[in-house]
T-cell receptor, first 113, second 106 residues
Framework: SAVISQKPSRDICQRGTSLTIQCQVD?????MFWYRQQPGQSLTLIAT?????????ESGFVIDKFPISRPNLTFSTLTVSNMSPEDSSIYLC??????????FGPGTRLTVT | DAKTTQPTSMDCAEGRAANLPCNHS???????VYWYRQIHSQGPQYIIH???NNETNEMASLIITEDRKSSTLILPHATLRDTAVYYC???????FGTGTRLQVFP
């Protein structure tokens, strides 16, 4: 298994501002993912972030709104830019191990007012 | 598209086996079947995965039909702490559907 931590665990932000969420893994992993889970909904994949390459975004998500960094094999950040109340969600990072198991961080609960 | 179909909800008595079905009729040959669960307000928890063969670990068993178009997650002795939403995923991008809400009752 892997231990994944996220910072912050929660935040309340004003409309129009940006928030950067950090994801730290206790081991080196190639594949990292960022998901969003809106209230009462299932998880939606935002992007795949592999070290050494640009993030790959899913339909409906763009780099200008959700820039991602992946500077090394244990760390990634997701920025939610120019926030609106519709961005209020739980944001989760996830990793895929070399034995094809997927683990999730505890999530960052974002409220935009 | 999620590519999976699961019942919206199921109930199970504590101590009994919980059998959660999943249909994935469009699965391709190299796609794995993954199961996760999410307990309220927590991040999803990996349970088990498989390709063709049945799999078992300390948490559950995974039964995959021979044609791979469906699978069943088995929790052999359900406890109250197993109450959660269970997700079945069969795409290499691990796209989540709506899952099955399992309620274990005393």
């Amino acid at each position: 298994s892997a231990v994944i931590s996220q910072k912050p665990s929660r935040d309340i932000c004003q409309r129009g501002t940006s928030l950067t969420i950090q994801c730290q893994v206790d081991s080196q992993v190639t594949m990292m993912f960022w998901y969003r889970q809106q209230p009462g909904q299932s998880l939606t994949l935002i992007a795949t972030a592999n070290q050494g390459s640009e993030a790959t975004y899913e339909s409906g998500f763009v780099i200008d709104k959700f820039p991602i960094s992946r500077p090394n094999l244990t760390f990634s950040t997701l920025t939610v830019s120019n926030m609106s109340p519709e961005d209020s969600s739980i944001y989760l990072c996830s990793i895929w191990t070399d034995t094809y198991e997927q683990y999730f961080g505890p999530g960052t609960r974002l409220t935009v007012t | 598209d999620a590519k999976t179909t699961q019942p919206t909800s199921m109930d199970c008595a504590e101590g009994r086996a919980a059998n959660l079905p999943c249909n994935h009729s469009t699965i391709s040959g190299n796609e794995y079947v993954y199961w996760y669960r999410q307990i309220h307000s927590q991040g999803p928890q990996y349970i088990i995965h498989g390709l063709k063969n049945n799999e078992t670990n300390e948490m559950a068993s995974l039964i995959i039909t021979e044609d791979r178009k469906s699978s069943t997650l088995i929790l052999p002795h359900a406890t109250l702490r197993d109450t959660a939403v269970y997700y079945c995923i069969v795409t290499d991008k691990l796209i989540f559907g709506t899952g099955t809400r399992l309620q274990v009752f005393p």
